[in-house]
């Protein structure tokens, strides 16, 4: 396998959310898949086992319709008091759990693992910090609706995969690995008579994590959910950066691998219907989502079936050309902000307009005004962070070479032939100029953007209906 560097946001976190843990019952389903569990929606406390007193089935999801901040003081069985205070932001997800000692003390979990009680006691309780308002927590925290959503295990085998040459190569000399995924079927009342669901892959950013709201809208519509835990079949919660490694990062080569394959085994379950499956990725993810529909991946991998509607939120771009530029004839749907300097927007545009020149009418795009990366994420993050630059057109050729072509020719450089991005081969002029409208680094700011984010939502929600539910 070659040790060609090919180019990966190494975005550690810009957004974030939570994992699922896989259900107790085990499903005698006879498809194809190696094992499958069912059990009802969970999270993982893996990160915070002191929290391990909290079962964690949810038993409702919640929404916070304020940013505010709630002071908790509780004793302990010594009567000695403490307190801590927490944000709860607008827009932010919180589920209700029970205690494994009893069923009936319910508690309030935030996306950021934040726990009080939803009712106040005489040793631990909460109230709202400069509350001129008077607001309960009641008012604050709404929409409560149960969890009817059964979570399956889906396991599968993949290949422990780099870039694109590896495909064009063949898979012989890449390692075979196991991974999984998990299944989400809604089950309340208006979706007890679908005997096949229509289904949507998540794809997460290279933190590891989805924005869960997209997947609630999904569960409300009655679809149900993929996640393919592409990075944990890996060894590894979010992406890594190792140049003394063969495969390097996780790059949108081995998420499509995993994606492909995962949909050949879900396209046959019996409660799926294999001609309503989209897939849906963020920045990492949507380059997953993009190269989802690139015929190349579905030839090399030898897989029999295709996405029927591609949603990329905030990807870089890659270009292709020669036998790489073939696509299906699913839409695509791209969401990306004008001010985004982790993953280009002109990269995007160049792209649709060179599928659009070559009939692909459905291969679409919307730049929003005023708008950052990971414009749905709930807070401002602003930190040192790798910056991609317009001129970084990272180009998938058809023999899978992996060249990048800035605006002077004179300039372009092969990276496959050149060893890597930071082999020392080359011209080191040309190679020095690549890695700094590749590889910069500086000054990141990304703020969440509500009125974007709703317009992202209704459009996603618009689309969905047409092309999964129709």
């Known amino acids: 396998m070659k040790t060609l560097l090919a180019l990966l946001l190494l975005i550690p976190s810009l957004s974030w959310g939570l994992t699922f843990k896989d259900g107790k019952q085990v499903d005698e ?62 827009g932010e997800n919180i589920t209700i759990h029970s205690t494994y000692d009893n069923q009936d003390d319910k508690w309030y979990i935030t996306e950021s693992l934040f726990e009080f009680p939803t009712e106040n006691y005489d040793n631990d309780f909460v109230k709202i910090r400069d509350n001129i308002e008077g607001y309960s927590l009641k008012d604050v925290i709404v929409d409560c609706r149960e969890n009817k959503t059964l979570v399956e295990t889906i396991e599968y085998d993949t290949y422990d ?48 994590y989805i924005m869960k709201d997209y997947k609630y809208i999904l569960h409300e519509l009655c679809i149900a959910t993929f996640e393919p835990l592409i990075f944990q079949a890996r060894g ?20 499509v691998t995993d994606a492909l ?12 219907n294999p001609d309503k499956i989209g897939i849906t990725g963020w920045s990492w993810g949507g380059m997953v989502t993009i190269e989802a529909q690139h015929k190349f991946n579905l030839q090399k991998l030898n897989t029999q079936n295709e996405f029927v509607f591609h949603s990329a939120i905030y990807p870089f771009c890659n270009h292709y050309e020669g036998e790489s530029f073939t696509t299906t004839d699913a839409p695509l749907f791209i969401m990306i902000g004008a001010e985004d300097i982790i993953t280009p927007p002109a990269l995007c545009e160049e792209y649709i307009e060179k599928m ?52 002077d020719p004179k300039k ?35 703020n969440r ?16 209906k047409k092309y999964l539910l129709n």
């Open 29 to 90: 389903d006879n498809s194809s898949n190696k094992n499958q569990e069912l059990g009802y929606f969970e999270l993982s406390f893996e990160e915070v086992p002191w929290l391990d007193w909290i079962n964690t089935e949810v038993e409702q999801f919640c929404k916070s319709n304020e940013n505010i901040l709630i002071e908790r003081k509780w004793s302990d069985d010594d009567g000695e008091w403490y307190s801590d205070t927490y944000q709860i932001r607008k």
């Open 161 to 208: 995969i780099f870039i694109q040459d590896d495909l064009f190569d063949g898979l012989e000399d890449n390692k075979k690995i196991n991974a999984k995924g998990n299944l989400e079927l809604p089950t309340q009342d208006k979706c007890k008579n679908i005997k096949k669901y229509p289904l949507m892959f998540l794809i997460h950013h290279s933190g590891g």
């Open 236 to 255: 590894f919660f979010e992406n890594f950066y190792d140049i003394s490694r063969e495969v390097q990062w996780a790059t949108e080569t081995a998420g």
């Open 261 to 272: 394959l995962a949909l050949d085994i879900l396209s046959n379950k019996p409660n799926i």
């Open 356 to 407: 659009n020149a070559a009939g692909k009418n459905n291969k679409n795009i919307i730049v929003f005004p005023n708008t950052t990366h990971s414009y749905d994420e709930l807070k401002t993050i602003s930190e040192e962070y790798s910056i991609v630059t317009e001129e970084c057109r990272l180009t998938v050729m058809g023999n899978g070479d992996v060249i990048i072509k800035p605006n």
């Open 412 to 446: 372009w450089f092969n990276v496959t032939e050149n060893g890597g991005w930071f082999s020392g081969k080359g011209n080191k002029e040309i190679s020095t100029f690549i890695n700094e409208i590749c590889w910069g680094w500086g000054q990141v700011i990304t």
């Open 449 to 464: 953007n509500e009125k974007v984010l709703q317009k992202t939502i209704n459009l996603y929600t618009e689309n969905v």
